[in-house]
């Protein structure tokens, strides 16, 4: 079981807040396109004989990507991976891209769960992210997604600007869950040092959210969706009885990968490798045939171990004994053994069925968490 990664580096325009690898130009996308396929090929002994059980297209916008180009690259993944035919294949939308004409070209790729970038209703909160459609439109994307047969919806929230109180958080999760979708994604806004907001928040043009209200709104979203049966099983996100996103879960569960484009990233178990964030440079290093366009990581027992604990903590699943056993010495368990005790003490952790999970209190401090139980 293995999943796909494809990295789509291009947006209309660039939202204040972000920092993935993206670009606002376009002129280079039928030459990244290019690119992509003959990565996918260059490749293809990564992940050799593995079933490939989900697809996901992330950015970027993927769905600024035409139908051709779409179906150019899964052409290409379908000849050198060997795909589940009842495989979950995601692709992340703007809501001012989801035209009826273009959810049929979806359909028509087998694009089986669209995540779809919302992330307010209000529209001044959306100018001032910079994002590219009006909470009218996003509303009215979704209708029309799940008109056009997408039953597998996820949509993304942010919560935290300074637009953020109870009252409107409580209307916005209303709104969401009124849309009957399958899954959401909420993240607390972070401020980037790369960006405009970073850039505003450095020259003091703009104040970040106390954490003390960040705390309210964060418990306010699993009550809300917890009482209209969404699923908390990582910490931002929240899905339907068999709607998780089974690509997330499986980068969660340490499942292998490969990532294909500029910044993509793969794993395979002991190591880990990322393309180049540049994409003339993934452009010109994928045609001269370099393996100059990625870096590569051999992961430590140390380095396994502590990502292993900074995923795991922030699922429902936990930290499974079973796993921790298999897998590290008995200096790492030892610490482990010692370190864990505090936060269990303190019911921030408890201990069931052979399995470590955060509790309500703990859930608001699970990087803190995990990081002081990395050796
Ligand atoms: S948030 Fe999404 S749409 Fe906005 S710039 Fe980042 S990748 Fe592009």
């Not at 991976?81 to 035209?99: F, G, K, Q, T």
């Not at 340490?254 to 180049?276: K, T």
């Not at 955060?358 to 990081?371: P, Q, R, V």
Request: aromatic share 12%; hydrophobic share 35%.
């Amino acid at each position: 079981m293995s999943g796909i990664y494809i990295h789509i580096p291009f947006c209309k325009q660039a939202c204040n807040y972000c920092d993935f690898h993206f670009s606002t130009s376009l002129k280079l996308k039928s030459n990244l396109i290019e690119s992509i396929l003959v990565e996918i090929d260059l490749r293809h002994p990564y992940l050799e004989n593995k079933n490939i059980e989900t697809i996901y297209f992330g950015g970027g916008t993927p769905s600024l990507l035409s139908e051709k180009e779409l179906f150019l690259i899964l052409e290409k993944i379908y000849k050198n991976y060997n795909v589940s035919s009842n495989a979950e294949i995601s692709l992340e939308a703007n809501p001012d891209d989801l035209s009826v004409e273009k959810l049929k070209e979806l359909k028509r790729l087998e694009i089986n769960r669209l995540s779809i970038g919302l992330q307010s209703f209000n529209n001044e909160e959306l100018i001032w992210m910079n994002r590219a459609h009006t909470a009218n439109e996003s509303e009215a994307s979704v209708k029309r997604a799940q008109d056009k047969g997408f039953e597998n919806i996820s949509i993304d929230l942010i919560y935290g600007s300074k637009f953020s109180n109870l009252t409107n958080w409580k209307k916005t999760l209303d709104k969401a869950i009124a849309l009957d979708v399958k899954h959401i994604s909420s993240y607390n806004l972070t401020i980037e040092d790369k960006t405009k907001l970073g850039h505003d928040f450095k020259v003091k043009k703009e104040i970040a959210i106390d954490d003390e209200k960040s705390s309210e709104l964060f418990l306010e979203m699993i009550d809300r969706l917890e009482k209209n049966n969404f699923i908390q099983y990582e910490i931002s996100n929240f899905g339907k009885e068999n709607y998780f996103s089974n690509h997330n879960s499986n980068y969660w569960k340490g499942i292998e990968y490969i990532g294909f484009g500029p910044s993509a990233h793969s794993f395979d178990g002991v190591s880990r490798q990322w393309n180049v964030s540049n994409n003339s440079l993934y452009i010109k290093n994928i045609t001269d045939k370099k393996e100059t366009y990625f870096e590569k990581e051999i992961l430590l027992e140390s380095d396994q171990f502590n990502e292993y604990i900074l995923t795991s903590l922030r699922t429902i699943w936990g930290i499974d004994v079973l796993v921790l056993n298999t897998k590290f010495n008995s200096e790492i368990l030892n610490s482990f053994n010692e370190k864990i005790k505090t936060y269990i003490s303190s019911d921030m952790i408890i201990f069931n069925n052979n399995k470590y999970v955060l509790t309500s209190n703990g859930k608001l401090f699970a990087d803190k968490i995990a990081s002081e139980l990395f050796v």
